[in-house]
């Protein structure tokens, strides 16, 4: 049953709700996103105040051939693939284990959203103390607990340990919310399903690969889409734990345009790797709506 | 399938829950545990290899010198450079308003818009959501100083007010989609009954959909809060005062200018910092996971 | 009828006339008033004051007493807000304000910034408007004048400055039979590989090196000073050839990390309080850090080490790195005018310079001998080296004799006058940890550093 569309006090009530949110978006979102795009095109440079001719380019070219772009983007390819993978991967395991009922799965239910309720900052700053290559846990545990290592290790001071290191506060945070998804996801698949299966034959492995993949499909776009948004988008770890080093090999696209912005002071420069940012982030986007064709963008049973 | 794979298989489905119930366990807590632990110890005792794992003693006196009370035992530094910490507990108070204030101009706001992109046909309703949902999709270090610019122009540095648009700006487009989403999954013949009755879309909206939007509500709302929090690139950037720093912001300034030193306190102050939105989760866990299950059941 | 009307009228008509010619009279009287009289003093002069987070409640002490003495001195309010932010975000908060024309009258200026702020027209040469500012100059130290004198003119007074220096740990020294602590380079590497050796530390030396420490450079170009030698020539070129000091230095880092395995790896993620803890447990056995952290390390309440750490003169030549913070006033006061140049001035000199606190006609460098003996805080000032209470308070940590012999070889890193110098800053860190790590060889390292030194130098114009 359909209804007349477009009644007069129908439109009345869809513009009055719609308006405001959509009107206070656009002062507090969108202007700004198309003020850092224009600036992309200009020059702005603090050691030329006033002067703000458009360079059309020159700032996207100053960017891809700057000392940190090639580092920059590759290590947030890395990290965001990463993060997803991860993310995608734990979060699967975990959501199938409290998915079944046994004891204490009540409790664990509860336990598994802590870290999705502390705050990035805090989490940043307490995974540093963890981290710390002179007096830090994570040393101690796997020097003197379970000994692994003879001495404390640099994690935040080696390039082959940096990068893994801000990966883990990135994955810690975002399991809840896709065990969450997950789960929500497995309740919305009907048992006549997997029960009609069972009698054909099918095990375990079977069963989750024909049955419950294909149905999670709007979920899982929507966990691949917002886990890459989050790692493309990533700052905090990369700010308090590492600056960037060492070397450049914690050097994302995120924390290059801070450095461009405040420390190179060229808004130009950081507006132009902004834009890359949300070009890649588009890119990905478009990528997973390619792969995983569902009927429309998180908008179930429409 | 013979009773005996059939028992191997319900050993190893035994086997891998146990294993993975200790793995989540120790992955969520381990690092909280830690932070408690150590705001419970004194600063120059975790300067050692090993830290002590289990302190016998309780030691407060990091919470003491939150709640005003003289400089505790410290290493390096001088009293003065501490003077941060203490605004700790003024900074959770005030993220606890830029919060609840998000949430309650999402619920104002949010709630007529979701419900109208949900049920009230019309024309390009389609490419406003999309547009709602858009603006989260990009960097937010882009828009820093374009936002700090417009902040600057309403006269509103240094104020929570505006700490709370720019939050609410950041909040809305996700606490729009879930409430879309859970009014879509309502099913509409109830609603149909009442327009029938002669309701207009506005009783339809107060008397029917959203008493039995409850959990949805409650969701988004935690959502809406969460994102609030948690945020602290523009907290710390838009206003730095005592009167209008946020727990986020707080804790910014605490690691630089602390973090270099005088961990134990350090790890109070986070401890503090966390309490809210914990709890928050904790109490609310039922609704946060109805929510999200309705809005996606058929 | 007629006549009472007439003569009402006549009547209103005078005291109409008279009511306007007094108007006019009064108007005049009060045109020649405004023409000759001494314009209105403000009621009000409100100053702000931006800095980062460092004992602010010492600051907020200063700015009372000099709204106490304004008001004494002038007849005038004063009143000075206090902005502060952590030091880590002091920068990017700072650029933000100056977009948004946020208020700032007075800001901390670090010489790492100083030439980019001035060029952006967000600081000022005080000089210009404030002539007596130079009556400073002879009781600054000269590297102090020389970091904060722009185009021939002075910036500010000082806040904190301070000297890279070389500490050592005495009893380490003792246990491993070495007299003297070492007199080159390649001694102080002779020396490590000993206490290597006798087992009293595994990587004897540590750097506060993580990317962004604001030491960075000043630490690791003081080992290129103490060369006697300096790491840009004249014209701004960066020397890296064979025999230049950075050169040099980069070789004796790369052999003390990956040679001799002398140098501690984790430097690259430390910060000073970092190496600082490190040497108070132990772990260290050297400490190249500002003086100003020598308090914390020899203080017998939280340190194992306090008495061991003894400071000698720079390897070599003993010259040394020296640095300035100091106060500035913003292009925003000297834009509202005379009063809030005043004002704005008033705050400077109370904070970095000398002020006549009590009213007993004395003046005295109020703020910077509460630096000093409160914080531990080195300031720019040469006579307050004299000053007693000083000297008692801080040789309770420091030999205060040897401290300023050290301060008085320091020498200002010219490199920081340079519009790309922030810019180049990240690039080199990025080599010095490759080079740390073995992942590029000196000759590469100084290659790509000088690549973009050149490079940045091109785009600056």
């Known amino acids: 049953m359909s209804e007349s569309s477009g009644t007069p006090s129908d439109n009345r009530f869809g513009l009055l709700s719609i308006l405001p949110t959509v009107g206070f978006l656009t002062v507090l979102s969108t202007a700004p996103l198309l003020y850092a795009f224009a600036l992309s095109f200009q020059k702005y440079k603090l050691t030329s105040p006033g002067q703000h001719p458009f360079i059309f380019l020159d700032n996207y070219a100053k960017v891809v051939d700057s000392y940190h772009f090639e580092a920059a983007i590759t290590n947030t390819l890395v990290f965001t693939v990463g993060a997803v993978v991860f993310v995608f991967v734990i979060s699967l395991i975990f959501s199938l284990a409290l998915n079944e009922k046994f004891r204490g799965s009540g409790w664990l239910r509860i336990l598994i959203l802590v870290p999705w309720a502390i705050p990035e900052m805090a989490s940043a700053l307490v995974w540093r103390w963890i981290y710390d290559s002179h007096f830090g846990v994570l040393n101690a545990m796997l020097v003197y607990v379970i000994p692994v290592f003879d001495s404390y290790q640099s994690w935040l001071g080696s390039p082959a340990y940096a990068m893994p290191a801000i990966l883990v506060p990135q994955i810690w945070k975002e399991i809840p919310l896709c065990v969450l998804l997950f789960l929500t996801g497995y309740s919305t698949i009907p048992q006549s399903l997997y029960e009609a299966a069972k009698i054909d034959g099918a095990n375990a492995f079977a069963r989750f690969r024909r049955i419950t993949i294909p149905m999670l499909k709007p979920i899982i776009q929507i966990i691949l889409v917002y886990e890459t948004i989050m790692g493309i988008a990533s700052f905090a770890y990369v700010y308090i734990l590492t600056g960037g080093g060492p070397g450049d090999s914690t050097t994302t696209l995120s924390w290059y345009t801070y450095m461009a912005s405040f420390s190179f002071a060229d808004f130009g420069q950081g507006a132009a790797i902004a834009v890359i940012m949300s070009i890649i982030s588009l890119i990905f986007i478009a990528l997973y709506f390619r792969l995983i064709p569902t009927r429309r963008f998180g908008a179930v049973g429409v | 399938m013979s009773i005996n794979s059939m028992r191997q298989g319900e050993a190893l489905k035994k086997t891998a829950l146990f294993v993975i119930s200790i793995l989540i366990i120790v992955f969520t807590l381990s690092p909280i545990v830690w932070m408690v632990i150590c705001s419970f110890i004194p600063d120059p005792e975790l300067y050692q290899t090993p830290p002590p794992f289990f302190p016998t003693k309780l030691y407060i006196g990091n919470y003491q010198f939150l709640w005003g009370k003289e400089a505790v035992e410290l290493t390096g530094g001088t009293p003065g450079v501490f003077a941060q910490a203490r605004d700790m507990l003024t900074s959770v108070g005030n993220s606890l308003i830029v919060g609840i204030s998000v949430t309650a101009i999402c619920l104002i706001f949010g709630v007529f818009s979701a419900y109208s992109f949900a049920r009230v046909p019309m024309r390009g309703s389609g490419k406003l959501l999309f547009y709602v949902f858009f603006s989260r999709l990009l960097p937010q270090v882009a828009i820093l100083v374009p936002i700090y610019v417009i902040i600057q122009a309403l006269n509103l540095l240094n104020t929570l007010l505006a700490i709370i648009l720019v939050h609410t700006a950041f909040a809305v487009p996700f606490f729009v989609w879930v409430l879309f989403v859970y009014f879509k999954s309502i099913p509409q013949s109830i609603e149909d009954a009442a327009r029938i009755d002669g309701c207009s879309r506005f009783q339809q909206l107060r008397k029917i959909t959203l008493p039995i939007s409850k959990p949805g509500l409650i969701a988004a709302s935690i959502f809406a809060f969460m994102t609030s929090y948690n945020e602290f690139l523009f907290a710390s950037t838009l206003s730095n005062t005592i009167v209008s720093r946020t727990a986020s912001a707080t804790l910014t300034a605490v690691a630089q200018g602390m973090g270099r030193y005088s961990v134990a306190l350090f790890m109070a102050c986070d401890v503090v910092a966390i309490l809210p939105p914990l709890a928050l989760v904790l109490i609310f866990r039922k609704q946060v996971m109805e929510g999200l299950v309705t809005a996606f059941r058929r | ?461």
């Open chain 3, 1 to 461: 009828m007629t006549e009472q009307k007439e003569i009402s009228r006549r009547s209103y008509l005078k005291y109409a006339g008279a009511a306007v010619g007094a108007a006019v009279v009064a108007a005049a009287g009060y045109g020649i008033y405004q023409m000759t009289a001494p314009p209105p003093k403000p009621s009000k002069v409100v100053v702000d004051l931006t800095l980062w987070a460092y004992d602010v409640p010492l600051v907020r002490g200063s700015a009372d007493i000099i709204q106490d003495v304004y008001k004494r001195d002038k007849g005038i309010d004063l009143q000075v807000n206090i902005t502060d932010v952590p030091y880590d975000a002091y920068k990017s908060s700072v650029v933000s304000r100056m977009q948004a024309n946020t208020k700032t009258d007075v800001l901390y200026v670090e010489d790492n910034w100083m030439s980019i702020w001035d060029k952006a027209g967000w600081i000022v040469p005080i000089e210009d408007y404030k002539p007596e500012i130079r009556d400073y100059i002879p009781e600054l130290v000269p590297a102090v004048r020389e970091a904060m004198t722009l185009h021939d003119k002075l910036y500010g007074l000082p806040y904190y400055c301070d000297n890279i220096i070389f500490m050592y740990n005495k009893a380490h020294y003792d246990r491993t039979g070495i007299d003297e602590p070492p007199k080159t380079w390649d001694e102080l590497t002779q020396h490590c590989v000993q206490l290597k050796q006798k087992g009293v530390s595994d990587r004897p030396l540590g750097f506060a090196w993580k990317r962004g420490e604001w030491t960075f450079e000043d630490v690791l170009f003081s080992i290129v000073y103490s060369r006697g030698k300096k790491p840009i020539d004249e014209q701004g070129n960066l020397l890296v050839g064979s025999g230049s000091g950075l050169r040099d230095t980069l070789q004796w880092i790369a052999d003390a990390a990956l040679k001799y395995a002398i140098l501690d790896p984790k430097s690259v993620e430390l910060v000073c309080e970092n190496v600082q803890d490190a040497c108070k447990a132990e772990q260290y056995s050297y400490s190249i850090l500002p003086s100003y952290f020598i308090a914390a390390i020899n203080d017998p309440a939280t340190s194992k080490v306090a008495g061991q750490m003894k400071i000698a003169m720079m390897p070599e030549r003993g010259d040394t790195v020296g640095f300035m913070r100091m106060d500035s006033m913003s292009m925003m006061a000297v834009k509202a005018g005379k009063d809030q140049i005043d004002g704005a001035y008033a705050l400077i000199e109370m904070l970095g310079g000398k002020v006549d606190v009590d009213g007993d006609g004395k003046k005295e460098y109020y703020t910077a001998k509460q630096w000093a003996i409160k914080d531990g805080l080195p300031f720019g000032i040469q006579p307050l080296f004299q000053d007693p209470e000083i000297i008692s308070a801080w040789s309770k940590w420091v030999d205060v004799e040897a401290l300023g012999q050290q301060a008085a070889k320091s020498v200002f890193f010219e490199a920081k006058k340079y519009l790309w110098w922030e810019d180049w800053r990240p690039a080199f860190e990025t080599e010095v940890h490759k080079l740390i790590a073995g992942q590029v060889s000196v000759d590469d390292a100084l290659t790509n550093v000088e690549a973009e030194w050149n490079k940045l130098k091109a785009e600056a114009g």
